[in-house]
């Protein structure tokens, strides 16, 4: 299959499993139509051609296998499900309608925890396999499909309607649904596990599913930010990496930044900025904006990084966020204060409470240790982080660090 029949079948996947719960109101057994549907475009659209509209040839073929699907079903469970399902070879196929926003936020149901959020999202939206979810996860593949299989039984059991809320319940889960992005993007952007930093799949996808959302809820300025702080943050990609090695911000060669990116992701933050009082992402991309500005690493604007953290540590007190001010800080007024106040953030927060934020901790306090010239405990501090991740293209680099200061 080539890569442009490839992508038009991912964009369709998500309307026409939109089509098919909306019609039948069983996601899961939709699915399941849905990638037969595709199957069978995959297999025959190369030698016929592709047709005039894709959309509703794969809805009608999804609907056929539906409705087998459900007669099949009732064949083996006509008592049990008789009152779920009525009579669906009566009517004819759905009508055709953008239903990306109501399956975004059915996948994003609060009956269902973050990681499964996560992967039905990839699965039933992104058209990802259970393979490269699983991958995402650091989980062995039967794992995944187990887990996404009792998110689907979850989803019917708490009566989950394939229906646009209102109100309140529309905008917590309109957040869900950008929590769950911006989760997909970071672990696309700095992969957790593996041989890769980053799995460009999984950020491209959260990019285009972001820009799904964006053009649904238009008038929300923090979808605005969060998609201006993906395409800002990935304008960076090509220059994070040098033969598979990490490159640091500071070391960059930022004629290899995606200048269309940058433009796009600063026009959207610019636009939404002075829309009421900046959540997360809004604040995040403004940072993000901060960097692309600067032509150079000292003509960057680090006090007014810094300010810009800690606003968003009032709203969002995690460790990461906490961290990144201390680096911002040591950058604006120099390492020794950047060391104290990250003294001050472990002893009144304890921020070394995981693996992760461990390793971030002592990879922030080597690097200002260094800068204050004290190039044996930094080393020491360096291989202690590299210790702590999963990421061999980081854990490389954390140990460079160490044998150069050695």
């Keep these: 299959m080539n ?8 964009t369709e996947a998500p309307q026409v499993l939109g089509a098919l719960v909306r019609r039948f109101g069983r996601f899961d057994i939709a699915e399941d139509a849905v990638q037969e ?31 087998d699907l459900i007669r099949a079903e009732q064949a083996r469970h006509r008592r049990e499900l008789q009152a779920c399902v009525a009579e669906p070879a009566v009517r004819g196929p759905a009508r055709e309608t953008d239903d990306s926003l109501t399956l975004l936020l059915l996948c994003c149901h609060p009956a269902l925890d973050p ?31 187990a887990r996404i299989s009792r998110a689907k039984q979850r989803l019917a059991r708490a009566g989950a309607r394939f229906a646009l809320p209102a109100g309140a319940d529309r905008d917590s889960r309109v957040a869900a649904v950008m929590r769950v992005l911006y989760l997909i993007f970071n672990e696309g952007y700095t992969a957790t596990a593996g041989d890769r930093l980053a799995r460009v799949d999984l ?33 960076r990609r090509a220059a994070r990496t040098d033969g598979g090695d990490l490159v640091p911000l500071d070391e960059q060669d930022r004629t290899r930044w995606d200048r269309d990116l940058i433009d796009e992701g600063t026009a959207l933050i610019d636009g939404v900025w002075n829309r009421g009082p900046a959540g997360p992402y809004r604040l995040q991309a403004a940072i993000a904006a901060v960097h692309a500005a600067a032509s150079s690493p000292d003509r960057t604007d680090w006090a007014q990084i810094a300010v810009l953290y800690l606003w968003l540590e009032r709203l969002t007190p995690t460790a990461p966020v906490r961290l990144s001010r201390v680096v911002a800080v040591a950058r604006a007024h120099g390492p020794v204060r950047g060391l104290a106040l990250l003294d001050d953030l472990n002893q009144r927060h304890h921020l070394d ?6 390793q971030r901790e002592h990879a922030v306090r080597g690097h200002l240790l260094q800068m204050t010239g004290d190039t044996t405990r930094a080393a020491a501090l360096y291989r202690q982080a590299a210790a702590l991740t999963g990421n061999k293209v980081e854990q490389r680099y954390l140990l460079g660090k160490a044998g150069d200061l050695d």
């Design 115 to 145: 990681t499964s959020q996560v992967a039905l999202t990839l699965r039933a939206v992104g058209g990802l396999t259970t393979a490269e979810i699983a991958r995402a996860h650091g989980m062995a593949e039967p794992t995944m499909g």
């Design 37 to 67: 549907a595709l199957l069978t475009a995959g297999r025959t659209w190369p030698a016929e051609g592709v047709p005039e509209n894709p959309r509703s040839w794969l809805i009608r073929v999804g609907y056929r296998r539906m409705v």
């Design 203 to 235: 950020t491209r996808e959260a990019i285009r599913l972001t820009r799904m959302l964006h053009a649904a809820v238009g008038d929300d300025a923090e979808a605005a930010g969060l998609l201006a702080l993906m395409l800002l943050t990935e304008s």
């Design 353 to 358: 409470r995981n693996p992760l934020t461990r």
């Design 3 to 10: 890569h442009e029949l490839e992508q038009l079948l991912r």
